[in-house]
């Protein structure tokens, strides 16, 4: 079962950006739905954004639209989230997602489904 990996979480003051990173254990192929969820302290999971990695299709929550931007390297294997405009209410534990290929197209990706692979996660903190 593929493993993956998150990084890139922090510190930040409002306005900050951040980028996070996840890296795969074994090659992703094209074809897939990969995302970011977060988790806030008290508050349900909450799908950030999702990409096809078969390329072409980027999906993003109403809260994170035009200040968020995921992006895969495919050469890299590797998914990222840069996150512009930080909010306080960004903060959360952000982990990287692999989904079946039709939750991106559909909005799924936005659910949290246990059997997808989830990795252990990035903490986000946002200080005002």
């Known amino acids: 079962r593929v493993q993956l990996v998150e990084s890139g979480g922090g510190s930040v003051q409002a306005g900050g950006s951040l980028r996070l990173s996840c890296a795969a254990s074994e090659y992703i192929s094209s074809g897939r739905c990969m995302g970011w969820f977060r988790q806030a302290p008290a508050k349900e999971r909450e799908g950030v954004a999702a990409?096809?990695?078969?390329?072409?299709?980027?999906y993003y929550a109403d809260s994170v639209k035009g200040r968020f931007t995921i992006s895969r390297d495919n050469a890299k294997n590797a998914l990222y989230l840069q996150m512009n405009g930080l909010k306080p209410e960004d903060t959360a534990m952000y982990y990287c997602a692999l989904m079946p290929s039709t939750w991106c197209g559909t909005g799924q990706w936005e659910t949290w489904y246990e059997h997808n692979v989830y990795g252990q996660g990035t903490q986000v903190t946002v200080s005002s």
């Open positions: 990409i096809y990695t078969g390329g072409g299709g980027t």
